[in-house]
Each structure stands twice: as structure tokens, then as C-alpha cells.
């Protein structure tokens, strides 16, 4: 007969102490560097004189100890282990009341890999399982690397199932609600077969798991295996052209839908994810796996190809054929932070803290697309020297911009040079609460300091890839809040361009002339658009002008990945001296309808030329952003966990023209184990629908309830409500 007769991980309250409860209530969890308890049963007295208890923890299919992914230890302590042993875990026996009722505490080192483990205890000549359970990272925890010291922040980091991200342009800044779901059924096992994937592990699938330890190695391996651009990873990005066969990116409203599919469907990439999607996707695993990490966006945000720290476009003068570059601004991106030490760069922990990830694939990094963990420290000091992708990262924030006019000749002129475009209104959701936090300090000094400047030239000195120029600009103009998203190439073969030893930054200009656009209503979706196009001359000049200015109007994707023209226009004008001139602009619905299904942003620019002065040139530009018409969503009183509750929906037409092919689609955590999807009637000019339906929660506390709505006209109008949802024995 057995010496065992039977043991008990306490699941409920192990994984209640470990934070873990919420991921499961019969499967052991634990956070590394933290006991858990177990009472192993024996048919005869323990005798740990002569008969310790040997104890094998192993993860993954080559465990060995110089690797540490196989631990041995025991009660007492043994000398079983090798010398060169790593990440040894320890066993104490607690006061027992009976020798033969054994009651465990069990603690897996700080520096455990995480995964799947699997627990052996042997007594006397006796071996068997102890159990199964899974290892995750304990930011409650000062030895592991991920230790996040405030407890709010770990709430909102670790814990928070829901979340805020921010789309728009610097003008029109958009929340939207994000579903996380880190902790729905099967996340663990998502999760697990997303590490397994990675190429690394399929390569040397003994380094991949030893490397677990390291939430470095992790984190990029996430990043990567987020997108499938060179995997078998969860997304599939696409920005333009048809999106048949999968979901428009702009649908999504969580992160569980997108991972359970790719699980259903044995690993093959859910289609589509744009950049929002892969980091708010990312930042569930990373949750999950106890890693604290926020989504970030960045407006205004430069994609560097080149690597030389500042991005160029050209312009086309009227007539002139656009010239295709792979440099852009994109109106926003999106990332993720993640909270560790990064002893790799500096024992002192200067780099420590949030680090920039970014599962977008943009740019290849070690051969593979990913990008990060580059700490935000270094970032904000320009060291574009360390890893990993920091020049990217930098660039994304702090590139110089430069504009040209191509003449019909060839010929070049600088007509803008910015230093302080790029990288605004860096923003995230706020610690405990709905508001946005703006961590753009975090990322870079005040625009135009003297210390933002001394950084930008560091930053070109430390990165030996960079190779920054001074321009000489001939003419600059000045829009307040300008929000561009042109395409841009490196600068090149131009008389006004001169590569300066010792500096390295772009030099501003004094505008001559101010030109800003001003918003007569706020643009929303189903309404005209109607704007000014404002021009100032400062007091000192005194002679009047006579000004060409071409006004052009585009649909574009926030990334101008894609963009159509709508129209463009040609007048002349007269700037009197010491006077103001306005110049309306009207964008009717009939014109830009068509193109909502395709593009999210519309885009106004003025190229400005004084014909008195031809070399005289000024551009600006402003992106417009329409706003959702609004959505009511309401849930019944008090809800109840296990307890049917409903929610009602209503939304009104806000267009003269009938609404086809419409559906509602209800999902979030705690509150539908999958997305619910309602067809609804057309909805006739100005009428309004009610949608009533019903639900179950399964899990007690506040949740957010997502709605969907989409239609022949519009696409994806989103709106939500907050669940407090109480426990089953609340009344």
C-alpha cells in the first residue's frame, strides 16, 4: 500500500492570497516569491530524521537544475541539489497536530521561470504527484523584477479587467473603452501556448523556458508573437484595401475574443488588428501573466524608417505629381508600458521602471517583428545607444519634422521645419479612474527647452546610425495644433540642405505669416463640417499681400496608410496690412458619406504661396476627427452574480437617409461568456431604436458592458455603461 494517501492545495485560498482567484478556483496559481499552503496526508508517522520528503518542482520537457527549470528540495533541506542549481524553491513544515498530517508551506523563488509546473514528492522509496499549478510574476513581491511598490497602481496594472484607450489626433481626442479580460476561462492556457509558439521555443525549447524567469526575454517575446507578421502569432494587421474574411479592426471592443478565436482556431491569426488592437491585446497577456503593464498613446506620433531622428515630406506644388515616401506621422500610435528592472542596462537601476513595447509590426528588431522593452529614462535622456529600439521609440516622440514644396521644375524649398510636432498629449488611462493621465514629461522635456534640444542632439551623437542635419529654412509656418499625417522621405539633394559637425538639431524660424484653422461647430458624424482658415501678418509688416492658396480636402487612415481626395481648390485673396483673414471651409456630408467605412479621419491643408514674393511659401494642415453620434446604454438596477439582468440600448438616426444592414454586437467580461450579436429593423431618417436585452453575470464587481453598432452608413459607433454587479449572497 502507498505511503500517500492524499493531499490538498486549498485552490480558493491559495489563489485568493496570491491574487490569483479570479483566474481560477480549482487550479492551483501562485505568484513566484511568494508560500502557498498544502496538507499532505501520510498512512505512517514522518520520520524526517531518517525519511525526509524530497520534492521535484519541473517545467517544460527539458527541466535541469543548472537551467532552473527543475528544482529539488525538501523537508528537511536536503543536499540533493547540484551545485550550480538555479531558482531553487524551498518547502517548510508548519506546526501539525499528527505526524502523519503534514501541513506544507511551498514557496517558488523570485527568480522561478513561469509556466506550467508539475510537483513531485517522494518519501521513503516512494515517489508521486503532488500536484499540478501554474507559476506566474508577483509585483507584490520586492525580489521579483516586475515588484510594482503601490498597491493602486498594481490594482489598475494587474487587476483592472477594463481600461481606456485613446485614438483621435491632437485636436480630437477620443476615449474609448477596452475590455481586457485577462482573467476569462482558458487565459492561462492562451497565454501558454502563445510562449510555446514563439520561434525562440521551437528553436531551443530548453533556453526558451529557462529564459522564462526574465520578464525582458518574455516581454519581447509577447511583443513578437502578438502580431504574425513572422510567426504563428494572434493578429493579423491590415491597414487598407478590403478587410473580407475577417473583422474590421475598428470593431473590436476586448481582448478575449480576439485570443479565444485565435485558440479555437488552432493558432491560425485572427484577421484583422491595427495598432490600438495588438497593444490593448498585448497588455491582457502580459496582465495575466502578472507583468503591470498600461496602454500608452502617443499623438503626432513619427515612424523613422531611416533612423536618422527626423522625418521629411514633400509636397507637391499645384500640378505636380505627389512623391511617394516610407516615412510618416501618424495622428496617433498606440503601445504598451511594462513595469520592470532592467539590470541588463545598468545595476543601478537609472533605467528601471516602465518600459515601451510595441507589438505593431512596424519595423523588424533582431530580425523580428517586435519592438522593446526600451525604458521610458532613457528615452527622456536620448540615450538611443541602449536596447531595446530606443532611436525607434525616440524618433516616435522627438523627431524634427521638415516639409518641402516640389516645384514643377524638380526643384526644392523648404516650407516648414517643426521641431515640436511630434510626440503630444502622450496619454493613458488614469490609476483608479476614467480620466486621462498625460505622461508626455515622462518621455521628454518641455518642447522647445533648451533641455528638449540638448537631448535631440545627444540623442543623434549616442545612436551611430543617425545622421541629422541642419536646415535652412526659407519660409516657415506656424499652426497651433497642427495634426498633420503626411507621408515623409529622408532629406536629400538639396542646395538648402548643409550637414552642420556640431549641431545636430533643426533650426526654427520666426514665422512672417500665422495660419490656423478654427472649427466653427464640432464635427460629428452626419453633419457638415464647417471651418475657418484663419491668416495673420505680424504688426511690422506694413505692405499688403496677394496670396494663391490652394485648400485640398482628403479622407485618410490615421496612419496614412490610405487616402482619397475629395476635392481641391484654387483662390486668390488679398491679406490687407495689420488686418485678419478668414476664409471659409465647408465639407458637406454628401461628400465625405462614402468614405466612412474606408477612413477615420478627414484632413484639410493650405498651401499658401504670396504671388508677389513666389518663393514666399506657407503650408498647414488640420485633421479632423468625426465624433460618434451619441448611444444611450443603461442597465437595470442593482445586477446580480448568476442573476438574469437586462440592458437597454437606444440610438438615433442622425442623417436623412435610411439605415440598412444594421446589428448591434453586446459583449465584456464577467457579463457574456462570448459577443452577442442582435440584427435590428432599418431605421428610417431622424427615428430612434430600442434595444432591450437580457444577460447572466458570472462574476461579481464592476464590469463594462460594450455596445457595437454598425449599419450601411457608419461603422462600429460605440458606446458602454459600468456593471457594479453585486455577489450571489448580496441582496
Not at 453633419?527 to 490652394?550: F, G, R
Not at 429593423?681 to 430600442?690: A, E, L, S, W, Y
Request: negative net charge; contains cysteine.
Amino acid at each position: 500500500m502507498s505511503v500517500f494517501d492524499k493531499v490538498d492545495f486549498y485552490c480558493v485560498k491559495n489563489n485568493s492570497a496570491h491574487r490569483t482567484i479570479e483566474i481560477s478556483r480549482d487550479k492551483l496559481t501562485v505568484r513566484r516569491g511568494q508560500s502557498f499552503n498544502v496538507t499532505l496526508n501520510l498512512r505512517q508517522a514522518f520520520d524526517p530524521l531518517n525519511d525526509p520528503l524530497k520534492f521535484t518542482a519541473i517545467t517544460g520537457n527539458y527541466p535541469s537544475e543548472d537551467t532552473g527549470t527543475m528544482s529539488l528540495f525538501g523537508v528537511p533541506d536536503n543536499e540533493r541539489r547540484s551545485t550550480n542549481a538555479k531558482a531553487v524553491w524551498k518547502a517548510e513544515l508548519q506546526e501539525s497536530y499528527s505526524l502523519q498530517i503534514l501541513n506544507l508551506t511551498i514557496t517558488p523563488p523570485a527568480d522561478a521561470p513561469i509556466g506550467e509546473y508539475i510537483v513531485m514528492v517522494g518519501y521513503k522509496n516512494e515517489e508521486t504527484l503532488l500536484g499540478e499549478l501554474v507559476v506566474l510574476y508577483n509585483p507584490w513581491c520586492s525580489d521579483d523584477w516586475v515588484f510594482l511598490p503601490n498597491e493602486d497602481e498594481r490594482q489598475e496594472y494587474v487587476m483592472n479587467e477594463s481600461g481606456i484607450l485613446y485614438k483621435g489626433s491632437g485636436n480630437y481626442i477620443m476615449p474609448s473603452n477596452w475590455d481586457f479580460g485577462q482573467f476569462e476561462d482558458r487565459m492561462v492556457e492562451i497565454c501558454m501556448n502563445l510562449l510555446d509558439l514563439n520561434p525562440k521555443h521551437l528553436k531551443d525549447p530548453s533556453d526558451d523556458v529557462s529564459a522564462r524567469c526574465n520578464p525582458i526575454y518574455v516581454s519581447r517575446v509577447v511583443s513578437a508573437m502578438i502580431n504574425s507578421a513572422d510567426d504563428h502569432g494572434v493578429l493579423q494587421g491590415r491597414w487598407s484595401g478590403s478587410f473580407a474574411g475577417g473583422v474590421l479592426p475598428s470593431h473590436w471592443t476586448g481582448s478575449y475574443a480576439i485570443l479565444r478565436q485565435w485558440l479555437l482556431n488552432f493558432f491560425r491569426p485572427v484577421k484583422y488588428g491595427q495598432c490600438w488592437v495588438f497593444a490593448a491585446v498585448m497588455c491582457s497577456v502580459m496582465r495575466l501573466l502578472g507583468i503591470p503593464c498600461r496602454v500608452v498613446t502617443n499623438f503626432q506620433s513619427a515612424h523613422d524608417r531611416n533612423q536618422n531622428l527626423t522625418i521629411d515630406v514633400y509636397h507637391a506644388d499645384y500640378g505636380v505629381r505627389e512623391r511617394p515616401t516610407r516615412d510618416s506621422v501618424w495622428n496617433y500610435h498606440v503601445w504598451v508600458e511594462a513595469w520592470m528592472r532592467r539590470p541588463d542596462l545598468a545595476e543601478d537601476g537609472r533605467y528601471d521602471g516602465w518600459q515601451v513595447l510595441d507589438p505593431t509590426p512596424q519595423e523588424r528588431s533582431d530580425g523580428v517583428y517586435c519592438c522593446g522593452p526600451a525604458p521610458v529614462k532613457a528615452i527622456l535622456k536620448g540615450e538611443t545607444h541602449l536596447k531595446y529600439d530606443v532611436p525607434f521609440v525616440f524618433a516616435e516622440v522627438n523627431a524634427d519634422c521638415v516639409d518641402w514644396l516640389v516645384k514643377a521644375d524638380g526643384s526644392k524649398i523648404t516650407i516648414w521645419t517643426d521641431t515640436q510636432r511630434v510626440g503630444q498629449n502622450i496619454s493613458t488611462k488614469g490609476i483608479g479612474t476614467n480620466d486621462r493621465m498625460i505622461i508626455t514629461k515622462n518621455y521628454k522635456y518641455k518642447e522647445g527647452s533648451s533641455e528638449e534640444r540638448a537631448v535631440f542632439s545627444y540623442a543623434c551623437t549616442r545612436d551611430c546610425s543617425s545622421d541629422c542635419f541642419e536646415v535652412k529654412p526659407m519660409m516657415m509656418m506656424n499652426n497651433n495644433e497642427s495634426t498633420g499625417n503626411e507621408e515623409r522621405t529622408p532629406i536629400s539633394g538639396s542646395a538648402e540642405i548643409t550637414v552642420n559637425e556640431e549641431s545636430t538639431c533643426i533650426a526654427p524660424v520666426v514665422p512672417p505669416l500665422t495660419i490656423q484653422f478654427e472649427e466653427v461647430s464640432i464635427p460629428t458624424v452626419g453633419a457638415d463640417v464647417s471651418m475657418n482658415l484663419l491668416l495673420q501678418s505680424p504688426p511690422e509688416i506694413t505692405d499688403d499681400k496677394t496670396l494663391s492658396i490652394t485648400i485640398s480636402i482628403q479622407s485618410i487612415t490615421y496612419n496614412c496608410e490610405s487616402s482619397m481626395s475629395m476635392k481641391q481648390e484654387v483662390k486668390e485673396e488679398k491679406l490687407l496690412a495689420g488686418k485678419d483673414l478668414s476664409i471659409p471651409i465647408l465639407i458637406p456630408f454628401k461628400d465625405y458619406r462614402k468614405h466612412l467605412l474606408d477612413c477615420d479621419t478627414i484632413k484639410v491643408s493650405a498651401v499658401i504661396a504670396d504671388k508677389q514674393n513666389p518663393e514666399e511659401i506657407y503650408y498647414a494642415e488640420q485633421d479632423i476627427v468625426l465624433q460618434d453620434p451619441p448611444m444611450s446604454v443603461t442597465v437595470s438596477d442593482h445586477p446580480k452574480q448568476d442573476t438574469e439582468s437586462s440592458a437597454q440600448v437606444i440610438f438615433k438616426n442622425p442623417i436623412d437617409e435610411t439605415l440598412t444592414g444594421c446589428s448591434l454586437t453586446v459583449s465584456g467580461s464577467g457579463l457574456f461568456k462570448e459577443e452577442v450579436k442582435y440584427k435590428t429593423p432599418d431605421m428610417k431618417p431622424n427615428t430612434q431604436i430600442v434595444v432591450t436585452f437580457f444577460f447572466n453575470p458570472y462574476k461579481s464587481g464592476k464590469k463594462t458592458l460594450m455596445v457595437n453598432f454598425g449599419c450601411s452608413i457608419f461603422r462600429d459607433i460605440t458606446g458602454s455603461c459600468t456593471v457594479d454587479v453585486k455577489p450571489p449572497q448580496a441582496a
